[in-house]
């Protein structure tokens, strides 16, 4: 999305989100599971409609706590249905869930969600493309096809594209320690 270079500096919506967090690594868990409702939810729609959903989104879902969410009911799911401030799609409301309680389940199986994204980020000590982690997503989350994975690996800094070489955000993310995944060696 190096285009996204050319429009969100100054733009009243994009620009805070295209400086300080696209391509951005992040490691808790609450911000990781935010990050893939996000991107689910804008399936179909544009990155602003979700960026100005955003607030709607974290009182919806509870601060997008993993916990909380994996423990919804119908009452929750009703809510969320029902509630104008986000998106009231029912394949995305069940994704949030399921997704939550897979999130928890990675706590045991691998550590938390970021864990489990470092040791998928090799496949056989090469970097996995994005058709590897596309067929990994789709095995282990729900509505997460090829867009959908790729965005929110790439807002992540875990698949370069994020910026655009002269984009100035690209030179402070090379910077950053630690690097985002793609940018190690």
């Not at 949030?96 to 897979?102: D, S």
């Not at 698949?159 to 690209?170: D, R, S």
Request: proline share 5%; net charge positive; with cysteine.
């Amino acid at each position: 999305m190096s285009g996204y270079c050319d429009f969100a500096p100054g733009h009243p919506v994009h620009a805070s989100y295209h400086a300080t967090e696209y391509g951005f690594p992040q490691r808790e868990e609450s911000a990781l599971f935010e990050r893939l409702l996000l991107e689910i939810n804008q399936a179909g729609l544009s990155w602003e409609t979700i960026l100005k959903k955003r607030d709607g989104f974290r009182r919806a879902y509870h601060d997008f706590d993993v916990d909380t969410v994996a423990g919804y009911g119908e009452r929750d799911r009703a809510r969320l249905l029902a509630d104008p401030g986000i998106i009231r799609n029912r394949l995305k409301v069940d994704a949030a869930i399921h997704n939550a309680q897979v999130v928890r389940g990675l706590r045991d199986s691998h550590g938390g969600f970021a864990e489990w994204l470092d040791a998928h980020f090799r496949n056989d000590g090469q970097t996995r493309s994005k058709a590897d982690w596309v067929k990994l997503f789709r095995k282990t989350f729900r509505f997460t096809g090829g867009e959908i994975t790729g965005e929110f690996l790439m807002s992540l800094g875990y698949l370069p594209g994020a910026h655009h070489e002269a984009c100035p955000v690209q030179r402070k993310l090379a910077k950053l320690r630690p690097k985002p995944m793609w940018m190690r060696p």
